[in-house]
T-cell receptor
Framework: DAKTTQPTSMDCAEGRAANLPCNHS???????VYWYRQIHSQGPQYIIH???NNETNEMASLIITEDRKSSTLILPHATLRDTAVYYC??????????????FGQGTTLQVKP | DAGVTQSPTHLIKTRGQQVTLRCSPK?????VSWYQQALGQGPQFIFQ???????QRGNFPDRFSGHQFPNYSSELNVNALLLGDSALYLC????????????FGSGTRLTVV
């Protein structure tokens, strides 16, 4: 079973920041938080991941609470192309990239003009 | 730089038939994972191949089998197809060494009638 809880759907106005929450209250100390998104009819696309510090890359920012029980993915200036299903996943990062990704239902983000 | 390539993109089969799906991993990747995604659901892990062996398996029956070739490409075979096997089948590749990252293909849409 997925170890994360996300809202089923969210709307965001184009050009505004999209803030997608995720609860992972049972996260272990060695588990990372990963975010993927899946645009209709495509495979999931990696966005960002982090352990306990906030992370930022060219796509998004990841804010993890101090107790690590929840996190927020921030798309700073959402565009219509950001409309997708966003998945929050927790897993142990290990050398060799072995292991599976356990997807939940994800959050369907609809960016509106 | 070619990403993950899956073939065919779409497939229609009759209940009881057998099907083979193919995946070529991203250049530099040597590990292949397969996922099944039913309509409206998140991807579910089927199994992972590394060094031509099945390393991990999800909760799927023995009708689902796979193979990895020396060039790291992989096949997913499903025997005795059921209507419930209709889904998007995703292949994800990764490297057993070096930086973390899973790259997904766009999937094969299988319809069983």
């Amino acid at each position: 079973d997925a170890k994360t809880t996300q809202p089923t759907s969210m709307d965001c106005a184009e050009g505004r920041a999209a803030n997608l929450p995720c609860n992972h209250s049972t996260i272990s100390g060695n588990e990372y938080v990963y975010w993927y998104r899946q645009i209709h009819s495509q495979g999931p696309q990696y966005i960002i991941h982090g352990l306990k510090n906030n992370e930022t890359n060219e796509m998004a920012s990841l804010i993890i609470t101090e107790d690590r029980k929840s996190s927020t993915l921030i798309l700073p200036h959402a565009t219509l192309r950001d409309t997708a299903v966003y998945y929050c996943i927790v897993r142990v990062e290990r050398s060799g990239n072995t292991g599976k990704l356990i997807f939940g239902q994800g959050t369907t983000l609809q960016v509106k003009p | 730089d070619a990403g993950v390539t899956q073939s065919p993109t779409h497939l229609i089969k009759t209940r009881g038939q057998q099907v083979t799906l193919r995946c070529s991993p991203k250049s530099g990747h040597d590990t292949v994972s397969w996922y099944q995604q039913a309509l409206g659901q998140g991807p579910q892990f089927i199994f992972q191949y590394y060094e031509e062996e099945e390393r991990q398996r999800g909760n799927f029956p023995d009708r689902f089998s796979g193979h990895q070739f020396p060039n790291y490409s992989s096949e997913l075979n499903v025997n005795a197809l059921l209507l419930g096997d209709s889904a998007l089948y995703l292949c994800a590749s990764s490297s057993s060494h070096g930086s973390w990252g899973y790259t997904f293909g766009s999937g094969t849409r299988l319809t069983v009638v």
